[in-house]
């Protein structure tokens, strides 16, 4: 029923596990990395906090039914790096979200960037476009 | 399969901590003057501080000043490199990611205590909601693992008779006796041990661990240790602005021999008015975490 319901709001699908990167603090275990759920969305509770920030959001699907999504990202000292502050993301701000889900399909997901209304976009943890083999690190 | 999402988890990691991953640098500014000699421009801030002001990052193309006699004082920010600086799979030099290389010698305990070990990352990782690594439950990270795990800005203060080391995660902070003290025998463990330093050249200055708590995990990937272990840090002062450290765990109960953890794990000096970021792991705060996210992403949820 979810993979269901979820084809009618995911307007991209993308099979490019090297699109944008993810930390794994806790680990990436519990995510499908191969594949990003693209959402458009309600922000209803951004949690600015150790040991990962966490986004909740109400998304609308092909029933018109409101599914209640949960997202993290990093713990607030790694995404100041990335230019995220505790003002970035507001309750009612409308935006666009890539996540990579959650492997039991649930709406959980880990932030791979959100776009917002006024065009912004925050990374998640990472950058735009394909790796290179010179951004890997060396020894 | 595995192979490759910790493969996969090695690159994500590093590019996400990558300088171009971090926030765009402002454009240098100029200061010229019509008629007058325009002075070089600053370095672009790389990063912001705890205060949220700008700081730059080591100097490019500059040489940089001899490193002062018997001093590592200062506040250090650590490479760029996200698998050196944060241990994602463990001691960076000894990374746990299926490679035999990358085995340290375990004698047949450590085996066994190792299997009995289970992280959220790497070859071995398992769900968020089933490892048992005490740092997730905001347990002391102790030593050796505050050097191979979360280790970011950490401050350098010297004093006549010690050593004292401020990290940044959880905010803790090490005495490191310079009294010329050695290491006690036989002392109660301790999750941060009994720590004697010496400089054994102009720029080099040698940390010995012991009495360690068992407790504790070597790093991420859940290597052990034993009460018997000794471990070995070395401070090298490169220059002024660059310092590295290497760290040896020595521990004959787990393993056959001695190893590098870490091998000259790079750091750059920052202004002395750099703010260390606040990263404290909150019981509560953890709690909370796994209620939204951990638990659910694990099936250890009641949806």
């Not at chain 1, 699109?19 to 759920?37: E, I, L, N, Q, R």
């Not at chain 2, 191979?148 to 995660?169: C, D, G, K």
Request: charged letters at 20%; aromatic letters at 8%.
């Amino acid at each position: 029923m979810k993979g269901k319901f979820l084809t009618a709001f995911v307007l991209v699908l993308a099979i490019s596990i090297v699109s944008v990167p993810v930390f794994a603090h806790h680990g990436t275990a519990a995510y499908d990395m191969t594949k990003t759920v693209t959402l458009k969305a309600t922000i209803t509770q951004w949690v600015w906090s150790n040991p990962h920030c966490v986004l909740m959001f109400d998304v609308t699907d092909d029933h018109g039914q409101t599914v209640q999504w949960t997202a993290e990202t990093e713990n607030p000292s790694s995404m100041i790096h990335q230019g995220w502050t505790r003002q970035s993301l507001k309750t009612g701000d409308q935006i666009t979200i890539s996540v990579f889900q959650a492997k039991n399909g649930k709406p959980i997901g880990r932030i791979v960037e959100v776009l917002l209304s006024n065009g912004q976009k925050l990374p998640g943890r990472g950058l735009q476009g394909p790796i290179k083999a010179e951004d890997y690190p060396k020894q | 399969m595995r192979k490759r999402l910790v493969a996969l988890e090695i690159v994500l990691t590093a590019l996400a901590f990558s300088p171009i991953a971090r926030c765009e640098p402002m454009p240098p500014q100029s200061g010229a003057v019509k008629g007058q000699e325009a002075a070089p421009a600053a370095p672009a801030p790389s990063d912001f501080d705890g205060w949220g002001r700008p700081v730059t990052g080591p100097p490019k193309g500059q040489k940089s000043a001899p490193a002062p006699r018997h001093d590592i004082s200062g506040i250090w920010e650590p490479g760029e490199n996200p698998l050196h600086v944060l241990g994602v799979l463990g001691a960076s030099a000894m990374p746990e990611d299926g490679k035999p290389e990358h085995q340290p010698p375990y004698t047949a305990l450590g085996r066994e205590m190792l299997n009995r070990t289970k992280p959220s990352s790497g070859a071995r990782s398992v769900l968020p909601a089933e490892t048992n690594d005490p740092v997730f439950a905001c347990e002391p990270q102790g030593m050796p693992r505050e050097d191979l795990y979360e280790f970011r800005t950490t401050q350098i203060v010297q004093t006549p008779v010690s050593v004292l080391m401020l990290y940044q995660f959880n905010r803790v902070w090490r005495v490191v006796w310079t009294d010329g003290r050695e290491v006690p025998q036989d002392p109660d463990p301790r999750w941060y041990g009994y720590s004697v330093g010496k400089w054994v050249d102009d720029s080099t200055f040698v940390v010995q661990t012991t009495g360690t708590d068992e407790r504790t995990w070597v790093d991420r990937a859940g290597r052990p240790h034993s009460g018997d272990l000794r471990v070995e840090e070395r401070f090298h002062r490169v220059d002024h602005d660059h310092l590295e450290l290497t760290v040896t765990i020595d521990d004959p109960k787990m393993y056959t021999k001695p190893w590098v953890a870490v091998d000259k794990l790079p750091f750059y000096l920052q202004p002395p008015t750099f703010d260390i970021r606040e990263m404290i792991c909150s019981p509560s705060e953890n709690a909370a975490y796994n209620k939204l996210v951990g638990d659910t992403a694990s099936d250890k949820d009641s949806k």
